[in-house]
């Protein structure tokens, strides 16, 4: 970034005062990736932003770069989550992905893919949808961008297709090829379902719950797509 005022759109991934009575802000940045913007004073009341600092707050963030520091100017509110930022168990659910995105993100590093995967997390996360099947849905299409997602459809060893599906470690086996005991057995319904939770549009995916009982046990296989996740980027 070169020296200069920028129009930067992105979302709040964390929110730090100084003892000096700054505010840090580590954001989310569509085309500048994750980096941190400082905001002198604001703590103390010099320039005000109000509940616009807050984690998971969407906008537009009026900057200055100097050859040092990205400095706060203004931000204008575009979506601030408010359903979920007023619900502790969505908060935390939430600030555990935004986690996980200050944690994995590589700084200044564009990475709009995943940003647009979060804005369509955090969007369901506002609705009465089960929490651990949104973070199915995240992980998965997040890594899927990142080709760090197991393969659910065929099998990662003879590239037929799965029914009932045998996931080793970072891969998927059918019947035939599965290599241990080991393995986390996933039956038919809940393959084609969990499918289904990561590869519909958001608005089909609504309708699609309403319809359904969720079966899959998403708070394992959660687990395991943050297993791969750590594994592959430590
Ligand atoms: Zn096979």
Request: with cysteine; hydrophobic share 40%.
């Amino acid at each position: 970034m070169r020296q200069g005022f920028y129009k930067l759109t992105g979302v709040v991934l964390k929110r730090h005062e100084t003892s000096e009575g700054d505010i840090r802000l580590y954001n989310l940045f569509r085309d500048f990736g994750p980096q941190w913007i400082l905001a002198p004073g604001a703590a103390r009341g010099r320039r005000r932003f109000g509940g616009a600092t807050e984690p998971l707050i969407w906008g537009h963030f009026s900057c200055y770069k100097s050859p040092k520091q990205l400095y706060l100017r203004d931000i204008e509110v575009k979506e601030d989550h408010w359903n979920i930022r007023s619900n502790p168990d969505k908060l935390e659910r939430a600030m555990i992905w935004a986690n996980l995105l200050t944690k994995y993100l590589l700084p200044l590093q564009p990475c709009n893919e995943v940003m647009a995967v979060f804005y369509d997390s955090l969007c369901l996360l506002e609705g009465d949808i089960d929490e651990s099947m949104i973070e199915w849905r995240f992980l998965y299409r997040w890594m899927k961008k990142w080709g760090l997602a197991p393969e659910l459809i065929r099998c990662a060893s003879c590239g037929k297709e799965v029914t009932t599906a045998y996931w080793d470690g970072d891969v998927v086996f059918c019947e035939e090829c599965r290599s241990n005991k080991d393995e986390l057995i996933i039956p038919k319904e809940e393959l084609r379902e969990m499918v289904f939770a990561f590869a519909l549009p958001r608005e089909s995916l609504v309708r699609w719950i309403q319809r359904v009982e969720l079966r899959a046990n998403y708070v394992v296989y959660n687990r395991k797509l943050r297993d791969i996740l750590r594994l592959s980027l430590a």
